[in-house]
């Protein structure tokens, strides 16, 4: 027993243990190792595959782009003529040929190709190693015979506007491969005339080695970035370079190098087996190469990112190794030093999935917001069109003047709206500084006006007082910025301010300086008497998606993007936002801008507002309500007595009794009171001679306080708070104490009334033009059809593209309105069809679209669109388009046709169209009459009947493709006029159209049967 207890036996006893826990530790170690090791490979994998994807992508997408361009450039010019043989004969198509290599590095040869497959002109790249490239123009008499070449034949299958792209090979001249290599890929289009026939192809040849130079620097250690065509043929590799391309090469060359044979080989058995499934490398990547949409590629290029077996090996050695050595150093440490060293890799491991877990997570985020951005867009602009283009008619119609000034105040909030909503949505444009700043003549004072009156109504329902303390001279003041950006500013800090206000007043205090140089001095700033924020939260603001505390955010709302939307705003136009803030009383937010002044002119003549004799009270505690008022009055000359006080009021009638001058008016601020009922103690007090001469006047948030008291014998005056100088002047006019006044109105309205005018006339004098409305959406279809129909043009309406292409070639036109996404065929698409048969001259076609930045606007561009009129619908810009595309002197000698007439309102005997909506067979809630009424839809059914009322087809006339064409449409004009039990009939009858070939005699029947119906509500 007491030799088991020495030292010795003690040491042997406990090395098994220390040598089992080292072990253990060897494995542990080792499973981190593998861990992290198998994590940075997959990572790096994925990292390489990214970018090699980027780069191919990016490559043939440049190359698609170039070949469009010179095509497009060439079709345009109309250059592609035969011509002789004389010098300068083909200056604009060399012009065109040269630029298509200074765009595109990787061009090497351009060639025009005739008809007949003939080269007519050819443009070389020369590349040699160490020198700079030259163009050249092959001579005449080497031009050669391609009509037997492949891509020549492919072409000349595709339709306009497609490109064929060849197989990825070498470079060959003369029937030899040229060395150095060039892998090559060829783009090749077809080249239309007016009439659509064949006129010949466009062949552009792009060299692959600087594409391959930009892979080979992807390369990280281990890792394979292999290209390969449909067959397994290799193209490119990273690790085989000289394996590329064996399969085209000569016998000599295959048996020239046995490893450069068996790389090639052994490459392709490995993507075959990975491609079928029968192989699964431990950490690989393989996609195929995208195309644009209108390629059509002879084969498919497959992308193989992968580690090397070798390269995994050596890793799984260096792991073994080195947590063999940990676990040497273990055993010498002891059990101690082994306990903590495998805790710490316990955690270490936990760590490592933890990281893993939010990396996937972080990748998968990144596809959402891009899919968010791109959808959200055109989702909020489509019931946008709708709300504006229903203000814009409800404006037009004989209504009571108080409905109008509260239509007008939504349809500026929806202006507002509109205008800002590109740039909310689009954050990335933002966060990177694209937001490009327009310059346009405007009136500070009115764009202040307008966010007033926007937020007063929230600001009350928050129970908040919402002031304005301006300078009443800018009033006059024209200057040149970016208006809307500037109001965008101004509405998100009065928005912002409400939410955190607690129901406090809020004032927009407006100033401004000028000098010498025509410019004016801007500042201003949105004060409430809120919460307020302390020094550190204030630093915090103007980050995106963030407020100053989160408790208050759940409260008020908000995500604290329109600070640091208006922080970015402000820095472009030079500027920054201002913020002041104590906590628990209130903050103030700021800006001052820098203006050019294009001129200081007044709407009204100053000199004949002779206010300076008016005697006025403004009744109210003392209220910041009241100072800008009295602001006002002292501007022209006048000093108002401020009463503040009950006793004020006593003393100031006493007064008044015993004074030969009579009072002209009093303004009583009937929600600041200083007595129990101020207006009640004046007509109670004063005489019957005074009420006669003195003009009450109610100031009040909101016209329903006032109405009390409009049931007494006095007359009684209303001005809303805030007060401006537009309603301040208003008042004057109304009350007639002031002559001469011409009131103030928005400038963009009087524009558009302007036009309208212009249009109207127009109509009159020489009939209406002929417009053809491409639109999907049977909401916006009536809505900007009775728009039209406002300015007396009816609309031919197209439920799509295919539509628009069949009524272009079977009807006369002066415009075409075009939506850009529309189902069967999009906007763009029948553009380019249109195209071949109308030139921009000839047909007019302006863009209708919810798309509105600066690509989408140069695609419509491309296409050959004339606009564009962004959604939701922009009256001015409607208007302008009708004005600047229907000119005056194509149509004077043209006379008047039956349809350039309005078209008259229809009797209603018979059925009446609430009969119809009845009937089981209708259902007209979803139709053009619930929603604008019977005139508009008489306009809609009188269209329909004069397409459908003769029945000119039958089962036996018609193709198979001109029977699911038929189907179609009359299913989307049979729910425009609420012929449901057609319209569903139709549908079937589609769905079974799409899988074979059958009768529509039953369909047919079921429409006339229809038809029968509806002409009775004609009688």
């Avoid at 004060?527 to 995106?544: H, R």
């Avoid at 989408?856 to 595309?885: C, R, W």
């Amino acid at each position: 027993m007491n030799n088991i207890l020495k030292p010795r036996f003690i040491a042997i006893l406990i090395l098994p243990f220390v040598l089992a826990v080292s072990i253990v530790l060897v494995y542990l170690d080792f499973e981190r190792r593998e861990s992290f090791s198998n994590s940075h490979v997959v990572s790096e994998v994925n990292r390489v595959y990214s970018n090699a994807d980027s780069i191919l992508n990016k490559f043939y997408w440049d190359s698609v782009d170039t070949t469009i361009h010179v095509t497009f450039q060439g079709v345009q010019q109309d250059i592609f003529k035969i011509k002789d043989s004389t010098k300068g004969a083909y200056n604009d198509l060399d012009t065109i040929f040269r630029n298509s290599f200074l765009m595109n590095k990787s061009v090497t040869q351009v060639r025009w190709i005739d008809k007949n497959g003939l080269e007519r002109y050819r443009m070389n790249r020369t590349l040699e190693k160490g020198k700079k490239d030259e163009i050249s123009v092959v001579n005449k008499d080497q031009l050669q015979n391609k009509s037997g070449r492949y891509y020549f034949t492919e072409a000349k299958k595709l339709s306009s506007g497609y490109i064929y792209l060849s197989k990825l090979d070498l470079n060959i001249e003369n029937n030899v491969i040229v060395t150095p290599y060039q892998p090559t890929i060829r783009l090749a289009t077809p080249i239309k005339d007016a009439e659509n026939q064949f006129q010949g192809i466009i062949v552009i040849n792009f060299n692959l080695n600087d594409l391959f130079q930009k892979l080979n620097q992807l390369s990280s250690p281990g890792i394979d970035v292999d290209l390969f065509n449909e067959q397994g043929s290799l193209r490119y590799s990273n690790s085989f370079s000289d394996s590329s391309f064996l399969d085209i090469l000569s016998n000599g060359v295959l048996n020239g190098n046995k490893q450069t044979l068996e790389g090639f080989y052994q490459k392709r058995d490995e993507f075959e087996a990975i491609k079928s499934g029968a192989k699964n490398l431990p950490y690989h990547t393989l996609g195929g190469v995208d195309y644009a949409p209108q390629v059509r590629a002879e084969e498919s290029i497959y992308l193989l990112v992968s580690t090397k077996q070798t390269y995994l090996d050596r890793l799984f050695k260096d792991n073994l190794l080195d947590s063999s050595i940990i676990g040497l150093i273990a055993l010498i440490s002891g059990i101690l030093l082994l306990i903590l060293i495998h805790r710490s890799d316990q955690k270490v491991i936990r760590l490592n999935s933890e990281l893993n877990k939010q990396l996937k997570i972080s990748e998968n985020s990144r596809a959402f917001k891009s899919q968010f951005l791109a959808n959200m867009s055109h989702e909020i602009r489509t019931p946008m069109t709708a709300i504006s283009g229903l203000l814009e008619l409800l404006l037009k119609e004989d209504l009571d003047e108080k409905i109008v000034k509260r239509l007008k105040i939504i349809k500026d909030s929806s202006d507002g709206l509109r205008r800002i909503i590109n740039d909310i949505l689009d954050l990335s444009k933002i966060e990177s500084g694209k937001s490009v700043l327009s310059k346009s003549e405007f009136r500070p004072s009115l764009t202040i006006e307008r966010s007033i009156s926007t937020f007063n109504g929230s600001a009350n329902l928050n129970g908040s007082e919402l002031l304005l303390d301006m300078e009443p001279s800018l009033f006059f003041y024209y200057c040149l910025g970016d208006e809307y950006r500037i109001e965008q500013v101004i509405n998100n800090l009065l928005s912002n301010a409400i939410k955190f206000s607690g129901g406090k007043p809020i004032t927009l205090a407006v100033s401004y300086t000028t000098n010498s140089n025509k410019t004016l001095t801007l500042s201003c700033a949105v004060i409430d008497q809120g919460v307020g924020m302390s020094n550190s939260l204030v630093a915090t603001l103007g980050e995106k998606f963030t407020q100053a505390d989160n408790t208050l955010s759940k409260e008020n709302g908000g995500t604290g993007l329109g600070l640091s939307i208006s922080k970015e705003l402000l820095r472009s136009m030079g500027s920054d936002l201002e913020i002041k803030s104590e906590l628990g009383k209130g903050s103030e937010f700021g800006f001052t801008l820098e203006l050019d002044v294009v001129k200081e002119e007044s709407v009204i003549d100053r000199e004949k507002i002779n206010i300076y004799a008016l005697n006025v009270w403004v009744i109210n505690k003392i209220n910041k309500s009241s100072d800008f008022i009295n602001k006002l009055f002292r501007h022209w000359g006048c000093n108002a007595t401020a009463i503040s006080t009950q006793d004020e009021l006593e003393n100031a009638i006493q007064s008044l009794s015993t004074s030969d001058n009579p009072l002209d008016f009093i303004i009583f601020d009937i929600e600041n009171p200083v007595s129990l009922d101020d207006v009640q103690t004046v007509i109670d007090r004063f005489s019957a001679k005074q009420l006669g001469l003195t003009k009450l006047v109610l100031m009040s948030s909101n016209e329903q306080n006032a109405r009390t008291y409009k049931d007494t014998a006095i007359e009684v005056y209303f001005i809303k708070k805030p007060v401006t100088v537009s309603n301040f002047l208003e008042l004057l006019q109304n009350l007639e104490l002031v002559p001469n006044i011409q009131l103030v109105e928005d400038d963009s309205s009087n524009l558009v009334k302007t036009l309208e005018a212009k249009i109207i006339d127009r109509v009159a004098r020489i009939g209406a033009p002929k417009i053809l409305l491409v639109e999907d959406n049977l909401t916006n279809q009536s809505i900007i059809s009775e728009i039209f129909k406002s300015v007396n043009i009816n609309v031919v309406l197209a439920n799509n593209g295919q539509e628009a292409v069949d009524s272009v070639h079977n009807n006369d036109f002066d415009i075409v309105f075009m939506d850009v996404q529309m189902p069967v065929m999009d906007g763009l698409e029948a553009t380019k069809i249109i195209r071949h048969s109308f030139s921009l001259d000839e047909l007019p076609i302006i863009a209708l679209s919810a798309g509105v930045t600066e690509q989408e606007f140069h695609t419509s561009k491309e296409v050959g669109m004339n606009s564009h009129v962004p959604k939701p619908i922009d009256m001015n810009k409607l208007m302008q388009a009708i004005i600047d595309y229907w000119p005056e002197q194509t149509v004077i000698d043209k006379e008047k046709s039956v349809d350039s007439a309005p078209i008259a309102t229809p009797k209603t005997s018979g059925i009446s169209l609430d009969e119809l909506n009845q009937m089981d067979r209708f259902d007209l809630s979803n139709t053009i009459f619930k929603w604008i009424g019977s005139d508009a839809y008489y306009t809609v059914l009188d269209s329909f009947l004069a397409d459908y009322a003769e029945l000119n087809v039958s089962n036996e006339t018609l193709t198979y493709a001109e029977k699911t064409a038929y189907v179609h449409k009359l299913k989307g004009v049979s729910g425009n006029i609420g012929a449901m039990s057609l319209f569903a009939s139709c549908a079937e009858f589609e769905a079974q159209l799409n899988e074979k070939d059958i009768s529509i005699t039953p369909l047919l029947t079921e429409l006339m049967e229809d038809i029968e119906t509806l002409k009775r509500t004609k009688q």
